[in-house]
């Protein structure tokens, strides 16, 4: 195991556009990783699983409800402060972030903009410690791209509500008490029902075999005559628009993930380029790995720029779904890139787990994919721009 060396690349002094609470955060997360993270990544990656132990720690650094108010259990803090937890977490691994990614903005989010009261008092402090850890159920077997398709369905039975379908490629699904799932009424038109471990009917089953964030645990969510009380319905939005709200959350914060992959890639090739010698002088001398590393903090840099003005925006309530997914979709991009590129400045190293640079890679194949796919991140931007949908 290597000791981890990173430190933060800055080319653009960022940093002087950051207030000291967003630095602490930033610091706290980074140093969080250092220790707890760093030291075991490899082996869970490997193993195939998240590492549960480190949940309450997780909880600590903000990672589960960053800007849900306190008095929910959350840390109360700004969308730049989120993003950079975001960050710090995928510099370490993607499904790291994707665990807080999943609690915070598809699990608390839904909870905290259309529940009850009451549903808010029972669930968020829970989620916010991680005594709870929830999962967020839209993808069906047959309906990724186009969730307004899904057959997951709901009767009123009159003192509940009976839930039948399945929802597959869930992150947590295998560990969750809690399941934010969407499904149809009997009108047809999409509802959020809290479903909870225990329940009858209710099983997790988990998907095995991936080569992709692997220090997740990716599952199905199968629902076989589910009794869900009426007190679990998310009643403050209905439709399509409910789920993909929460995407929008939890998509603006891949956008900061993926810098902190793509961060860690470009970190480790540098250090590596300095460091081997070929022909009698470090790999870094020659032209064509210094085209490599300038291109690479170019992109890294560039990503920075676009997603801090993302943050202020979304501070200010001004950030639109077209936006975020321009981001999303280019720092993904930008940091499977980064990632190529910097396993080639590790030659044949950079197949090693010595190094983050695979498993990066690797899990940035589930990144550009989940959460909407690089080509539906391009068709959100045409029809922002020319007012037409490609899905109709
Ligand atoms: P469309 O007709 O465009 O919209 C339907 C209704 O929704 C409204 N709406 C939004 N509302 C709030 N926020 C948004 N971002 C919204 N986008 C659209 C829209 O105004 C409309 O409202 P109304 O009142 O007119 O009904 O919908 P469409 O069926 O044409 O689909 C559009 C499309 C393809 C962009 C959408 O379906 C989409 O984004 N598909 C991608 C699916 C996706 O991203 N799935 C992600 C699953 S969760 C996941 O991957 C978690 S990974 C977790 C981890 O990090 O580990
Ligand atoms: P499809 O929709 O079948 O797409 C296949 C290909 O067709 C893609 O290249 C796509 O871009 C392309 N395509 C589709 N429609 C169009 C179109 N109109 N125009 C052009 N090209 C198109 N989902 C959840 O609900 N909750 C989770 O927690 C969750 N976690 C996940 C974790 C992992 C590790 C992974 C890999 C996925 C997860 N997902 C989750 C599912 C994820 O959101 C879907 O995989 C994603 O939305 C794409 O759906 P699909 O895989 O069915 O691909």
Same mark, same amino acid.
């Given at each position: 195991m290597r000791t981890d060396q990173y430190q933060g690349h800055d080319y653009y002094l960022m940093d002087d556009l950051l207030t000291d609470e967003q630095k602490l955060v930033r610091d706290s997360a980074r140093a969080w990783v250092k220790k707890e993270m760093s030291p075991i990544i490899e082996e869970y990656f490997e193993k195939g699983t998240f590492p549960k132990q480190v949940i309450p720690g997780l909880a600590s650094i903000g990672? /589960?409800?960053?800007? %849900?108010p306190e008095e929910y259990g959350g840390a109360g803090l700004d969308q730049i402060s989120y993003g950079l937890i975001m960050q710090e977490l995928e510099r370490c691994d993607s499904g790291l972030r994707s665990t807080s990614s999943v609690q915070s903005s598809l699990v608390m989010y839904p909870i905290w903009k259309y529940g009850t009261e009451e549903q808010r008092k029972r669930f968020l402090p829970k989620l916010a410690t991680g005594e709870f850890i929830g999962s967020f159920g839209l993808t069906e077997p047959d309906h990724g791209s186009n969730p307004a398709g899904m057959v997951t369905h709901f009767k009123d039975m009159g003192d509940h509500y009976l839930l039948n379908g399945a929802k597959l490629? %869930?992150? #947590?699904?295998? /560990?969750?008490?809690?399941a934010v799932v969407w499904a149809k009424d009997e009108e047809g038109r999409i509802h959020g029902l809290i479903v909870e471990r225990g329940m009858e009917g209710f099983t997790t089953p988990e998907t095995h075999g991936k080569w992709s964030l692997r220090a997740s645990n990716t599952g199905e969510l199968v629902f076989a005559d589910v009794k869900v009380p009426k007190e679990n319905l998310l009643t403050g939005r209905s439709g399509l628009g409910a789920p993909l709200s929460c995407l929008d959350s939890a998509r603006y914060g891949i956008a900061w993930g993926a810098i902190g992959a793509a961060l860690d890639c470009y970190d480790s090739a540098l250090r590596y380029a300095k460091e081997r010698q070929q022909f009698g002088k470090p790999i870094a001398s020659f032209q064509l790995q210094q085209k490599k590393l300038a291109e690479m903090i170019t992109e890294i840099t560039k990503a920075q720029l676009l997603t801090f003005r993302l943050g202020q925006l979304r501070d200010a309530g001004r950030a639109t779904t077209a936006q975020i997914s321009m981001a999303k979709r280019n720092n993904v991009d930008m940091a499977l890139n980064v990632a190529r590129e910097a396993r080639q400045i590790h030659?044949?190293?950079? %197949?090693? #787990?010595?190094?983050?640079i695979m498993r990066h890679m690797m899990n940035l194949e589930s990144v550009v994919t989940y959460e909407g796919t690089h080509d539906i991140h391009l068709l959100i931007t045409g029809m922002d721009i020319t007012g037409i949908s490609a899905f109709k």
């Open positions: 990672g /589960f409800g960053p800007y %849900i490629w %869930i992150s #947590n699904s295998p /560990f969750c008490d809690v030659g044949a190293m950079g %197949i090693t #787990n010595e190094y983050p």
